[in-house]
């Protein structure tokens, strides 16, 4: 249950929201910002049906884009395909964590595991998508940083289908399905097998991805 504290926050996200779609989506769609990281149940289908949304202020639905997107709520780790004020298809999904993790190497640098924030657009779709394994991954296993690019490279990770939205950031797969719905990626969007492979199919490149 959401608090009366936490609507009011909410609201006031919303708010903020809209006004930086209404600057945002008739122009040209927004990169990812520079990013300091690279990178139970499956969700129920609930394919053309009117789903519970948040938010659902007119105002927000006005300033929506025409045709279908996504909307990733990453307080309650939901995706939304809609399409105007309808809501075509709803998954759980598990976004990011909010953790730093400091550079052993160099006690300047370090790295925070936030999803950005914005709008978006779907740039790339990948089949059998492979993990380059940036030097955070290593070092969070205790592992020595290799020096070859195949030693970095790391297959049936990531699900598979990807879907990219810039800097390095992906819509992707899991195997840690029982952790869906909560907060624990390095900045990247999890979904299950099921929602994954109906947003790689039914999402052209292009759609608009609102991420709040």
């Known amino acids: ?75 309650q780790n939901r995706v939304y395909l809609r399409n105007g004020n309808r809501t075509l298809y709803s998954a759980v999904a598990s976004t990011g964590s909010g ?39 290593f070092i969070e296993e205790g592992e020595p940083i290799p020096t070859k690019l195949k030693d970095r490279i790391a297959t049936g990770v ?6 990219g939205f810039g800097n390095g950031y992906f819509i992707h797969g899991t195997l840690y399905t029982r952790m869906l719905g909560t907060n624990v990626t390095h900045g990247c969007i999890r979904l299950g097998d099921e929602p994954l492979e109906y947003l790689f199919h039914n999402v052209p490149l292009g759609t608009t991805l609102i991420i709040f």
């Open 158 to 163: 990531l699900g598979d289908y990807a879907l």
């Open 1 to 75: 249950m959401i608090s009366h504290i936490d609507l009011r926050s909410r609201v006031t996200l919303t708010l903020c929201m809209l006004a930086f779609l209404a600057t945002t989506l008739g122009a040209s769609p927004a990169t990812a910002p520079k990013r300091t990281t690279t990178v139970t149940p499956v969700a129920k289908k609930n394919r053309g049906e009117e789903i519970p949304f948040y938010p659902t202020s007119s105002a927000l639905l006005a300033a929506a884009p025409k045709g279908p997107y996504i909307v990733v709520d990453t307080a």
């Open 99 to 137: 953790a730093r993790l400091q550079d052993p190497r160099n006690p300047t640098n370090g790295w925070v595991f936030d999803t950005p924030r914005g709008v978006f657009t779907i740039s790339s779709k990948i089949k059998n998508p492979a993990w380059n394994k940036p030097d955070w991954a």
